[in-house]
């Protein structure tokens, strides 16, 4: 069984940063792949990232590209979201979801466990 916890969700002006943080336990983070996803209300949950098996590749949602970066840290078995030029479209619910394969994926009915969320909200 694995347990995702995510942190580092806030509240910050439009164009500020944020890094959003997701612990693992119950396995170790490079035996997983592992991708972000996001849910603004009244909204359904939409892709953000994912990351391969190990780390070395991520890709990004258009409407993130260039703005955010995914990344992890096998040593804190942890992964991370920073996040940079926040804008309010932004806001969201910011769930980490992983998956036991070697590749990441667009689509939240792939990914087997999650974590709880946190909320990050962008002011304008």
């Known amino acids: 069984q694995v347990q995702l916890v995510e942190s580092g969700g806030g509240s910050v002006q439009a164009g500020g940063s944020l890094r959003l943080s997701c612990a693992a336990s119950?396995?170790?983070?490079?035996?997983?792949?592992m991708g972000w996803f996001r849910q603004a209300p009244g909204k359904e949950r939409e892709f953000v990232a994912h990351m391969h098996r190990g780390g070395s590749t991520t890709y990004c949602a258009d409407s993130v590209k260039g703005r955010f970066t995914m990344s992890s840290d096998n040593a804190k078995n942890t992964m991370y979201l920073q996040m940079n030029s926040l804008k309010p479209e932004d806001t969201a619910v910011y769930y980490c979801a992983a998956r036991m394969g070697v590749v990441g994926s667009r689509s939240e009915s792939n990914y087997d466990y999650w974590g709880q969320g946190t909320q990050v909200t962008v002011s304008s």
């Open positions: 119950g396995r170790t983070l490079s035996t997983l792949a």
